[in-house]
Protein backbone atom coordinates (compact mmCIF):
# COMPACT_ATOMS: atom_id res chain seq x y z
CA UNK A 1 0.00 0.00 0.00
CA UNK A 2 3.28 2.05 0.55
CA UNK A 3 2.75 5.04 -3.14
CA UNK A 4 5.52 7.46 -3.54
CA UNK A 5 4.62 9.80 -6.26
CA UNK A 6 7.39 12.64 -7.58
CA UNK A 7 6.56 15.40 -8.93
CA UNK A 8 8.32 18.58 -10.49
CA UNK A 9 10.99 17.55 -12.80
CA UNK A 10 11.34 18.87 -16.44
CA UNK A 11 13.61 21.17 -18.33
CA UNK A 12 16.10 23.58 -16.81
CA UNK A 13 18.72 25.74 -18.20
CA UNK A 14 22.69 25.14 -16.58
CA UNK A 15 22.00 27.39 -13.29
CA UNK A 16 18.82 27.24 -12.90
CA UNK A 17 16.35 25.54 -10.15
CA UNK A 18 13.88 23.04 -9.69
CA UNK A 19 11.91 22.16 -6.95
CA UNK A 20 10.97 18.24 -6.72
CA UNK A 21 8.02 16.72 -4.49
CA UNK A 22 7.30 13.57 -3.28
CA UNK A 23 3.89 13.05 -2.11
CA UNK A 24 3.60 10.09 -0.28
CA UNK A 25 0.90 7.86 1.86
CA UNK A 26 0.12 4.04 3.07
CA UNK A 27 2.90 4.61 5.88
CA UNK A 28 3.26 6.70 8.80
CA UNK A 29 5.64 9.37 7.33
CA UNK A 30 6.83 11.26 9.82
CA UNK A 31 8.42 7.87 11.28
CA UNK A 32 10.46 7.37 8.70
CA UNK A 33 13.57 8.41 7.12
CA UNK A 34 13.44 9.43 3.45
CA UNK A 35 16.03 9.74 0.84
CA UNK A 36 16.28 11.09 -3.07
CA UNK A 37 18.13 9.25 -5.75
CA UNK A 38 18.93 9.14 -9.42
CA UNK A 39 19.68 7.29 -12.37
CA UNK A 40 21.01 8.87 -15.09
CA UNK A 41 21.30 6.95 -19.03
CA UNK A 42 23.76 4.11 -18.87
CA UNK A 43 24.20 4.65 -14.89
CA UNK A 44 23.40 2.77 -11.76
CA UNK A 45 21.31 4.49 -9.41
CA UNK A 46 23.10 7.20 -7.73
CA UNK A 47 22.37 8.29 -4.00
CA UNK A 48 21.50 11.54 -3.82
CA UNK A 49 20.55 12.58 -0.02
CA UNK A 50 18.69 11.99 2.92
CA UNK A 51 16.48 13.29 5.50
CA UNK A 52 15.82 12.20 9.28
CA UNK A 53 12.05 11.51 10.27
CA UNK A 54 11.67 15.19 11.78
CA UNK A 55 14.01 16.58 9.52
CA UNK A 56 16.64 17.08 11.63
CA UNK A 57 19.64 15.54 9.98
CA UNK A 58 20.42 16.03 6.19
CA UNK A 59 23.27 14.41 4.33
CA UNK A 60 23.91 15.01 0.54
CA UNK A 61 26.46 13.37 -1.99
CA UNK A 62 29.55 15.39 -2.81
CA UNK A 63 29.04 16.28 -5.78
CA UNK A 64 25.33 18.19 -4.88
CA UNK A 65 26.46 19.42 -1.44
CA UNK A 66 25.76 23.48 -1.51
CA UNK A 67 23.67 23.19 -4.66
CA UNK A 68 20.82 20.69 -3.48
CA UNK A 69 18.38 20.86 -0.70
CA UNK A 70 16.25 17.94 1.25
CA UNK A 71 13.46 19.30 3.32
CA UNK A 72 9.88 17.47 4.38
CA UNK A 73 6.42 18.88 5.69
CA UNK A 74 5.65 16.09 7.84
CA UNK A 75 2.41 17.50 7.99
CA UNK A 76 1.74 17.20 4.87
CA UNK A 77 3.04 13.99 4.20
CA UNK A 78 5.66 15.36 1.23
CA UNK A 79 9.05 14.93 0.91
CA UNK A 80 11.30 17.61 -1.23
CA UNK A 81 14.71 18.31 -3.39
CA UNK A 82 15.61 21.98 -3.83
CA UNK A 83 18.02 22.08 -6.64
CA UNK A 84 19.77 25.13 -7.32
CA UNK A 85 22.96 25.83 -9.79
CA UNK A 86 22.23 23.43 -11.96
CA UNK A 87 24.62 21.41 -14.16
CA UNK A 88 24.15 18.96 -17.19
CA UNK A 89 25.76 16.64 -15.20
CA UNK A 90 22.32 16.47 -13.21
CA UNK A 91 19.90 15.13 -15.85
CA UNK A 92 18.83 12.12 -14.35
CA UNK A 93 15.61 10.05 -13.31
CA UNK A 94 15.05 11.33 -9.64
CA UNK A 95 13.19 8.68 -7.50
CA UNK A 96 12.07 8.89 -3.76
CA UNK A 97 12.40 6.64 -1.18
CA UNK A 98 11.42 5.48 2.09
CA UNK A 99 14.05 4.47 4.73
CA UNK A 100 13.72 1.43 7.26
CA UNK A 101 14.16 3.45 10.47
CA UNK A 102 13.96 7.06 11.52
CA UNK A 103 17.56 8.18 11.83
CA UNK A 104 19.02 6.90 8.47
CA UNK A 105 21.80 8.44 6.64
CA UNK A 106 22.96 5.12 4.37
CA UNK A 107 23.85 6.43 0.83
CA UNK A 108 22.90 2.70 -0.52
CA UNK A 109 20.19 2.99 -2.45
CA UNK A 110 19.54 -0.60 -1.74
CA UNK A 111 18.63 0.01 1.92
CA UNK A 112 15.24 1.59 1.10
CA UNK A 113 12.14 -0.77 0.52
CA UNK A 114 10.08 1.78 -1.49
CA UNK A 115 10.78 3.95 -4.50
CA UNK A 116 8.36 6.26 -6.53
CA UNK A 117 8.15 5.99 -10.32
CA UNK A 118 10.34 8.91 -10.50
CA UNK A 119 10.60 12.00 -12.30
CA UNK A 120 12.98 13.36 -15.25
CA UNK A 121 15.46 16.46 -14.52
CA UNK A 122 16.99 17.17 -17.81
CA UNK A 123 19.20 19.87 -17.78
CA UNK A 124 20.87 21.58 -20.59
CA UNK A 125 21.15 24.54 -22.81
Known amino acids: QVQLVESGGGLAQPGGSLRLSCAAS????????MSWARQAPGKGLEWVSS????????YYTDSVKGRFTISRDNTKNTLYLQMNSLKPEDTALYYC??????????????????WGQGTQVTVSS
Open 51 to 58: IYSDGSGT
Open 26 to 33: GFTFSIYS
Open 97 to 114: GKGQGSFMSTMNPNEYDY
